[in-house]
């Protein structure tokens, strides 16, 4: 038995703690609005490795370098006008950009999974923006939860889950957003969506003056190689679209919807929603629940990255 991590409150010394874990390549867990991350330095090959063996992550998954400021990317990996104009636009922020890899980079090459790009976001969390600048280096972090699970959007979630294999998990509350950060690649002038998230693809859409494709859902050969069928899954199997719940099935509501087990906003709000979408699906998890039926949920906004995490939650498991 490994004792429990400590739990670091998100004060100037848990901050200060956190970060000297980090910058001594160790593990972190952290809050971001999205959900909680699960940090280590990012150009430190050892740290990295730690990550993927901590998640039982497949290593041909790359991983989000997370950076205080814009400047701190604009020295890892090459910004082209659409870029600058994105990140000018919504960073801090719910955006993840895949832009190519500057030549000398210092990112280690398991967090790029050797790829020509790199992943980069800058947080708008306060707590993981002081984490980031304390620490002083670029920090990767895939959500802290066992690779194909539900996403933790609070420090208990990540205690649950992984809290026996990091050296510290600092406590923010929970995560504003609750659902991952949008994914755009800007490689070849070409934006491309590769993950519905927490900023809307409208408001993308509005800044680019163009409209994007849809993300493939399982494609055979996914342009985001973490973009796996199933993934954010609850033990439980999940139904989708469902007007009421069957007999022993319990409701994940959405709207005002008579029956539900727990629901994900009563008054139909995208932004509620997204908010308690993975507590809810670890609640169910709690409550051992063993079939979970969904209400239908509008497919725009925030909803487009709620039926994604829903859809490969309902997918067929490995
Ligand atoms: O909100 C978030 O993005 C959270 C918080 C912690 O920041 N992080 C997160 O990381 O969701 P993760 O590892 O669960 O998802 C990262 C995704 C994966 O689907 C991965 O394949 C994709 O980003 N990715 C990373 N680098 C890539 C690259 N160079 N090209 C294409 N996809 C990439
Ligand atoms: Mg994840």
């Known amino acids: 038995m490994t004792a429990a991590p400590p739990l670091l409150a998100a004060d100037a010394a848990g901050i200060a703690r956190a970060a000297a874990l980090l910058r001594a390549g160790r593990l972190v867990a952290f809050p971001t609005e999205t ?33 205080a400021e ?55 969390s306060p707590v993981a923006h002081a984490l980031i600048a304390a620490a002083g280096v670029p920090v990767a972090a895939p959500s802290a939860n066992p690779s194909g699970r539900v996403s933790p959007t609070t420090a208990a979630h990540v205690a649950a889950g992984l809290g026996h294999r990091v050296a510290a998990i600092l ?45 493939d859902l399982g494609q055979a050969q ?24 069957r007999p022993g099935e319990m409701l994940l509501g959405f709207g005002p919807v008579a029956g539900a087990a727990l629901n994900l906003s009563p008054v139909g709000d995208l932004r509620e929603a997204a908010a308690n979408l993975f507590a809810h699906l670890h609640a169910l998890d709690a409550m051992g629940a063993e079939r979970i039926a969904v209400s239908p949920i509008p497919r725009t906004g925030l909803g487009r990255a709620i039926n994604d995490r829903l859809q490969r939650a309902a997918a067929p498991r490995p």
């Open 171 to 215: 406590d923010g509350g929970a995560c504003d957003v609750g659902v991952e950060s949008t994914i755009l690649a800007c490689l070849d002038g070409q934006p491309r969506l590769l993950r519905a998230g927490g900023l809307p693809a409208e408001a993308l859409e509005a800044a680019l003056g163009r409209p994007l494709d849809a993300p």
């Open 70 to 124: 814009a400047d701190a990317a604009r020295t890892l990996c090459r910004f082209d006008a659409m870029a600058e104009r994105l990140a000018g636009a919504f960073w801090p922020g719910p955006l993840t950009l895949v832009l190519p890899l500057r030549t000398g980079s210092p990112v280690s090459k398991l967090a790029t999974a050797g790829l020509a790009s790199l992943a980069v976001r800058v947080p708008a």
């Open 35 to 67: 959900v909680y991350g699960l940090g280590a330095r990012a150009d430190d090959d050892r740290a990295v490795a730690a990550i993927f063996e901590a998640k039982r992550r497949p290593a041909f998954n790359p991983l989000i370098v997370h950076l």
């Open 222 to 245: 996914p342009v985001a190689p973490g973009q796996l069928v199933s993934h954010y899954a609850p033990r439980g199997a999940v139904r989708l679209d469902a007007e009421s719940a």
